[in-house]
């Protein structure tokens, strides 16, 4: 056999190989079909997350408090409490993005005067939400973070599972989840 045909031989199956080890595209990610927002707003605990490099200040009790703007915008309030036992909050807005009730919203913790740009903008879609609204998990379109939210710091563990199982079919890679520690008395501050 000549070289360029064991090359071509070899490169074949090199490719065949390598077609085999890629897992196939996940599913896109999928917001929710409609999110009643008066509803959503509130506090909310969080309960799992994947790790992420603007929360590694938080060593827990975390909470995300939604209050409905005038102008339909959302302010957003995230807590948590540091390993010094001091409260770390950051202050954002979201919008709905479009005109359709879908679970698609952009959110910016960055000064109000540079949101024009659109880098300080990031994807916050519900991606799955119990219909009592006690219970939401909330991506992005490439799945790089996730967060598992709810009314209170601690939920059923069955309806728990049920989410996880429901995420797993959605694509998500459940074992990144991160649990939240929460304090024992999760009394409003």
């Known amino acids: ?11 074949a199956m090199l490719s065949g190989i390598a077609g085999c080890a890629k897992p196939p595209d996940p599913t896109p990610v999928v917001a929710v079909p ?7 707003m509130g506090r909310w605990f969080e309960l799992a997350k994947y790790p992420n490099r603007f929360q590694t200040q ?4 975390t909470t995300a408090t939604y209050r409905l703007e005038g102008d339909g915008g ?6 948590c409490k540091t390993a010094d036992g001091t409260i770390d909050q950051a202050v954002g807005r979201a919008e709905a993005v479009g005109d359709r009730p ?7 913790f960055a000064p109000a005067w540079i949101g024009w740009l659109p880098m ?3 994807d916050y879609w519900v991606v799955d939400i119990d219909p009592d609204y006690s ?16 009314r209170t710091p601690a939920v059923d563990a069955a309806r728990y599972r049920a989410l996880l199982e429901r995420l797993r079919q959605k ?3 459940t074992g990144r989840l991160v649990q939240t520690a929460q304090q024992a008395d999760a009394s409003p501050s």
């Open 171 to 173: 694509g998500f890679d």
């Open 102 to 108: 879908e679970a698609k919203l952009r959110v910016r």
């Open 135 to 150: 219970l939401v998990a909330v991506s992005e379109p490439r799945r790089d973070y996730l967060w598992i939210l709810a």
């Open 34 to 40: 409609t999110l009643d927002l008066p509803r959503y």
């Open 74 to 79: 959302v302010e957003v309030t995230n807590r």
């Open 58 to 61: 938080c060593a827990g009790d």
């Open 120 to 122: 300080v903008w990031g």
């Open 1 to 11: 056999m000549n070289r360029v045909a064991a090359f071509l031989m070899v490169t």
